[in-house]
């Protein structure tokens, strides 16, 4: 009997510390989007707050192991379901809209900084997955683009979210400096909104960058901005086909069959395939103007929750060990990426 006592204790035990786990990553993800409401801050983005709160926490105070099990739910979790919902973000008829020209653009930008900030990152010896969510992170949509890419390359939760806060800090040091370079840029309000929509990193820094400017420059930027963000979802699935090629060719065999396997072993990406599912009820405005707001709100607090879990994951000296040279890397190629978006802009004749 009382064994049983204790065996329900311990459950009873195992569930409090599950329920706070999620409860400390929602107090965090709430104080982030409150935070993201002032000035300056609001340059950084819920996201970005979330994991960096996160941090500071476990650099504050340590995280109780019973409370690991929750935190680590709401990172992997609710990080898949704030992902789906977030297609509700995505119209896919305003990306047609933008033209041929700017699909070019947002194609090219994402294709050569992926493969600008691997090699480099690759050159300074940082980790591949770590390298790998770096540059997909800059050359799609930030933080958002690294916790979607992460499982499908089996990364560890430590290595997301170095690459999650390495890319978030980076997007605000570039926002920043779009906001100062603006007038001396000889862009039109479109042309810049166009500019900042096709090389900035969140969706948080494209609006913070073209506010200044006018509502056409951020109408821009954002359906700009999106059509990289359409990008997630073949990038994504041809990380988890790369990664699973990767992984069987190291093993011994027949080189044909190791890539038989590899098309087999391929994992389905049924949150990205979520993703897409709920861009189509966007797009087709099957859900009313006001629940869809609220449902993309839902999308950001779940995976602002899923930020601050991985944020709570974050060792200080392992960051610092490994996030600068991954910051180094990603710095070099989100130069790359804005003189390439530059360029492609005035080629084009969009400025």
């Known amino acids: 009997m009382s064994q049983i006592y204790v065996l329900q204790q311990e459950n009873h035990k195992e569930k409090r510390g599950f329920l ?39 650099a504050i105070r340590n995280v109780p192991e ?64 770590l390298g790998l969510l770096t540059a997909c992170g800059t050359g799609i949509c930030g933080a958002a683009a690294v916790v979607a890419i992460a499982p499908q390359i089996k990364a560890k939760d430590e290595e997301a979210a170095i690459g999650a806060a390495t890319v978030a800090i980076l997007g605000t040091i570039f926002t920043i400096t779009y906001t100062l370079l603006y007038p001396f840029l000889h862009l039109s309000s479109s042309g810049y909104g166009i500019f900042a929509g096709a090389t900035l990193h969140e969706i948080a820094h494209v609006i913070a960058a073209a506010e200044p400017v006018n509502k056409e420059a951020v109408d821009l930027a954002v359906m700009v901005k999106l059509t990289r963000v359409a990008l997630l979802v073949p990038v994504a699935m041809l990380m988890g086909f790369w990664s699973n090629r ?32 709920m861009s189509a009820v966007n797009t087709l405005h099957i859900i009313p103007h006001d629940l869809t707001n609220l449902i993309i709100v839902s999308a950001y607090l779940l995976i602002a929750m899923a930020m601050a879990g991985l944020g709570l994951t974050v060792d200080t000296a392992s960051f610092r060990q490994k996030g600068l040279k991954a910051f180094t890397a990603g710095f070099i190629g989100s130069v790359i990426l804005s003189l390439t978006g530059y360029a492609l802009i005035r080629m084009f004749g969009l400025g």
């Open 246 to 277: 990767q992984s069987h060719s190291n093993d011994t065999g027949n080189s044909r069959l190791n890539t038989r396997r590899s098309w087999k072993a391929l994992p389905i990406p049924w949150f990205i395939l979520g993703f897409l599912i």
């Open 66 to 129: 019973h409370m690991v099990s929750g935190i680590s739910f709401s990172s992997k979790k609710l990080l898949r379901y704030g992902i789906i919902l977030l297609g509700m973000r995505l119209n896919l008829r305003d990306i047609l809209h933008t033209g041929p020209k700017v699909a070019v653009i947002s194609i090219l930008n994402v294709a050569i900084t992926i493969f600008v900030v691997y090699s480099i990152a690759k050159w300074f010896k940082v980790e591949k997955n």
């Open 20 to 58: 706070s786990g999620i409860a400390l990553t929602l107090i965090l993800a709430l104080t982030a989007k409150y935070a993201a409401s002032f000035p300056l801050l609001n340059m950084m983005g819920q996201l970005v707050l979330a994991i960096l709160l996160g941090m500071i926490w476990r």
